[in-house]
C-alpha cells in the first residue's frame, strides 16, 4: 500500500485543504517494461490551479476523486526495464503517490554530475526553459533594453531576469518581499527592484526605474501589477504573458482597464505561451542553460517543504507569494 | 484670402462643432519651389481624433488655434516647380483649408490612369496600406483559417475582409448596421456577417459564426465587441490591434475583463501597430492592391460628404458608424 493525494473538490477561489485527500492505494507488480518508483521530489507549479478547475484551457482538467499529477523526480526501487535499473533517477509527469509502478519509456533519466538533481524541476526544467524560451524567442532583448519581470524572485522570474542580465538588459524585478528582492538585487545582480506591497504609487516606481520606458515585460503575475507596467512601455515593446498568478483563484471574471489602446499607441505585442509550445527545441534550450549555469552566470533557489503529506500546503504557499524561486517537495 | 479650418477647442468625450471653427487667412505668394494647390478630396480618419487630445500617442498632438491637417488630394493651380505642373493632382499631409501654397517636395503626384483619384485616399492609400500589412503581417493568414474583422464595412474593414477572402481565409465581418452586411455579404462575398447593434447575444453570434474558432481578429473598434470576439480565439489565434474606435471619446480610463488570461491560455498574439511602421514596404504593398483592383478581385466604397464646410460634420459621423468605405469630403 502506498499514500496518494487526490483532488477531493474542485477549489472555489483559493484551494485549501479541503480540497485535497490522502488515501491509500494498492501498489500493482511491476510487469515488462515497468518500474517501480520512490518518489524524491514533488515540483509544484501555479498552471496546476488551471487543472484543478473545469474551464476550457490548455490542459485538461484533473478528475475529481483522482491523483493530482505534476512534475516528479523519483528514484527506481525495482525495474523491469532494460532502459533503467535501480538506484536510477527519473522525471516525469506523475501522481502525487509516495510509491508507484509505471512504464519506463517516457520516464526522462537524469543525470546528478550534471546538475544537483532539484535543478531539473527548476532552472534545468520547466521553469527554466519557459524563461529562456519565453523572454528569447518572444522578448527578443537587445542589449541596452529595459526588461521588467514580475514574479521576479519566483521560479521562472528569477532566471528570466539572469537570461536578460546576460543579454546586456537593464533588469527591473517586481516581489512582494523585501527578503526576496534583496536577494534579486545582491545575489543575482538586478538592476533595480520594486516591492508592490509596500510601494504606494507602483506606476511611478516603475517610471523611476525605467526611465526610458519598458521595452520588454515578462509577466508571470497579471492583475493591477501589470496595469501599473504597461502604461510604461516604450514603442514597439514586448509583452511576454506566462503566468497570471493574481488571477487564477478568482471566482468571477476579472475586470481591469483596458490596455489595448496602449498596445496600439505603442505598437506593441502581447504573446501568451506554454512551453509545450517550444518542445522540439528544449535540447537548444537546456544546452544553453546549462552553460550558464556550469560556468556561474545563472544562479538558482529552492524552497523546499519536507514530507509528501505537506504537498497540498507547499501548492497553497504559491499562491500567497512565500517561495523565492522553485518550490518543491522533498520526501 | 482662403477658408481654414482650426482646432478650436480640444473635444472632451465626441467632438462637436463648437471644437472647430473655420476662419479666412491669406494665401502667400507662390515663392521657387512651391506650388498654389486647390484641394479637392479631404480624407477623415479615426486616428485624427487621438490627435485632437493632448495625450501621449504615436503622433503628436494638434495645437489649439491651428489649421487640423490630415490627408488631402489637391489640384495644382499655379507653380514654381520642375515637377509639377497646372492641372496637376498631388497628395499629401496637409491643411484644412480650400487653398494653400506649399513646397512641392515631399508632394505625392497622383495618376488618374491608375485608378479614380479618391482611391488614393482608400484602398490605394493608407487604409488599404493598413488592411494589408496588418493582415498579412501580423495575422499571417493561412488558408482555411477563420478571420473575423470589426468596422467590417469601414475604410480598413472592407479591404481586411477581401484580403482574407483572396488567401482562401473563411471571413466574418462585424459591423452595426443591416445595410451595410448586405453589401459585405452579397458585394464583397463575406462569409457571415454580424449586426452587433441588434444580436442580442454577440459572444453565441460570433461562435455559431466560427464554429473552429477565431483564428485572427483584425480589430478597428475595440470595447465590447473585441470582448465578445476575445472569448472564442483559437490556439496559437493573432489578434491584429488596428483600431479602437469606440473608445477614442473615452472621458475617462475605459475597463473591461482582463484579456491576459484567454491570451495565455490560447497561446495568442496581440500586435497593435501603425501604417508608418511600414513605410520602407509601401511600394510593395500598392502593387499587391493596385492589381488586385485591376483584376477585380478588390471591390472599394466611399462616402463622400460635399463642400469644404461640412468636414467637421463628416469627421464626427465617423463616431456614428454612418459611413460604408471611406469617408471623404469634395470640394
Not at 527506481?76 to 501522481?95: H, I
Not at 516604450?234 to 471574471?253: D, E, F, H, P, V
Request: glycine share 10%.
Amino acid at each position: 500500500m502506498t499514500k496518494q493525494i487526490i483532488l477531493k473538490s474542485r477549489p472555489t477561489g483559493k484551494p485549501t485543504t479541503d480540497n485535497f485527500k490522502t488515501r491509500l492505494i494498492e501498489v500493482p507488480q511491476v510487469a515488462d517494461g515497468e518500474v517501480r518508483l520512490a518518489a524524491h521530489l514533488f515540483s509544484v507549479d501555479p498552471y496546476m490551479r488551471g487543472r484543478m478547475s473545469d474551464a476550457k484551457s490548455y490542459i485538461a482538467p484533473y478528475q475529481v476523486g483522482e491523483a493530482i499529477v505534476g512534475g516528479l523526480i523519483a528514484r527506481v526501487v525495482e525495474s523491469k526495464s532494460k532502459n533503467l535499473k535501480v538506484g536510477d533517477y527519473v522525471m516525469g509527469r506523475l501522481p502525487w503517490q509516495e510509491e508507484m509502478v509505471i512504464a519506463a519509456e517516457g520516464l526522462q533519466k537524469l543525470d546528478e554530475k550534471i546538475a544537483p538533481l532539484s535543478y531539473y524541476l527548476g532552472i534545468l526544467g520547466m521553469p527554466g526553459l519557459t524563461a529562456y524560451f519565453g523572454l528569447l524567442d518572444i522578448g527578443k532583448p537587445q542589449k541596452g533594453e529595459t526588461v521588467v519581470v514580475s514574479g521576479a524572485a519566483g521560479a521562472v522570474g528569477m532566471v528570466v531576469g539572469q537570461i536578460a542580465r546576460i543579454q546586456g538588459c537593464r533588469v527591473v524585478g517586481i516581489a512582494g518581499d523585501d527578503a526576496k528582492n534583496d536577494y534579486l538585487l545582491k545575489e543575482l545582480h538586478f538592476d533595480a527592484v520594486i516591492n508592490y506591497k509596500t510601494t504606494e504609487n507602483l506606476e511611478e516606481a516603475i517610471a523611476l526605474a525605467c526611465p526610458s520606458g519598458v521595452d520588454i515585460y515578462f509577466d508571470n503575475v497579471g492583475g493591477e501589477i501589470s496595469d501599473a507596467v504597461i502604461t510604461q512601455i516604450s514603442k514597439g515593446a514586448r509583452i511576454i504573458i506566462c503566468g497570471q498568478i493574481s488571477l487564477y483563484n478568482a471566482t468571477s471574471q476579472p475586470f481591469g482597464p483596458r490596455i489595448q489602446p496602449t498596445i496600439l499607441k505603442r505598437s506593441a505585442l502581447m504573446q501568451g505561451f506554454i512551453i509545450g509550445d517550444y518542445s522540439a527545441r528544449f535540447s537548444q534550450g537546456l544546452r544553453a542553460l546549462t552553460g550558464w549555469v556550469n560556468n556561474g552566470l545563472l544562479k538558482y533557489k529552492t524552497t523546499s517543504y519536507k514530507g509528501f503529506e505537506s504537498l497540498p500546503e507547499a501548492f497553497m504557499a504559491l499562491f500567497e507569494g512565500k517561495n523565492l524561486g522553485k518550490l518543491i517537495v522533498e520526501v
